[in-house]
């Protein structure tokens, strides 16, 4: 199998423009899942902010945050793996994990859920163009470079 090379996929992502960070997300996800996410989050150490609208409070369980009121604003959690690499995880649903990165800081990979990950272009939710898949322990190209 051959890798994915990014002169073959850049053409999905703009990195000139600015705030523009692919939608990552796993779906079928659980609130086991989230879970997860946040206890890697602890074991590793990672720096990180949790914030319900303009307020910043310590992170809770993924099962308090999921089970908040329908109306109540989207929590998100920030994590930097490390100095350079910021992830920003939105809890929109307990079925599927969604977080943004920046891919000029992506420079490696860590599997905690064994669950595939979909990339979307900004704003193209819905329309996968890079995927990981978890049989073959690889990234994968999910759309034809050819068509943009």
Same mark, same amino acid.
């Given at each position: 199998?051959?890798?994915?090379?990014?002169?073959?996929?850049? &053409? =999905?992502?703009?990195?000139? /423009?600015? $705030?523009?960070?692919?939608?990552?997300?796993?779906?079928?996800?659980?609130?086991?899942?989230?879970?997860?996410?946040?206890? /890697?989050?602890?074991?590793? !150490?990672?720096? &990180?902010? @949790?914030?319900? !609208?303009?307020?910043? /409070?310590?992170?809770?369980?993924?099962?308090?945050?999921?089970?908040? *009121?329908?109306?109540?604003? &989207?929590?998100?959690?920030?994590?930097?793996?490390? *100095?350079?690499?910021?992830?920003?995880?939105? =809890? +929109?649903?307990?079925?599927?994990?969604?977080? %943004?990165?920046?891919?000029?800081?992506?420079?490696?990979? %860590?599997?905690?859920? $064994?669950?595939?990950?979909?990339?979307?272009?900004? $704003?193209? @939710? !819905? +329309?996968?163009?890079? !995927? =990981?898949?978890?049989?073959?322990?690889?990234?994968? /190209?999910?759309?034809?470079?050819?068509?943009?």
């Amino acid at each position: 199998m051959l890798a994915v090379l990014w002169d073959d996929v850049k &053409c =999905f992502f703009d990195l000139d /423009l600015v $705030g523009s960070l692919p939608d990552a997300r796993v779906p079928n996800a659980s609130v086991e899942d989230w879970q997860a996410v946040l206890d /890697l989050v602890a074991e590793k !150490g990672w720096k &990180c902010q @949790y914030s319900e !609208g303009e307020g910043v /409070l310590p992170v809770p369980r993924a099962e308090a945050v999921l089970s908040r *009121a329908a109306d109540a604003e &989207c929590p998100e959690l920030r994590v930097w793996p490390t *100095a350079d690499v910021l992830a920003i995880f939105r =809890f +929109h649903a307990g079925d599927e994990v969604d977080f %943004d990165v920046d891919l000029r800081e992506l420079q490696g990979q %860590d599997r905690r859920l $064994g669950k595939p990950v979909l990339m979307d272009p900004e $704003g193209e @939710y !819905g +329309h996968p163009v890079l !995927g =990981f898949d978890v049989e073959a322990d690889r990234v994968v /190209l999910l759309a034809d470079p050819q068509a943009r």
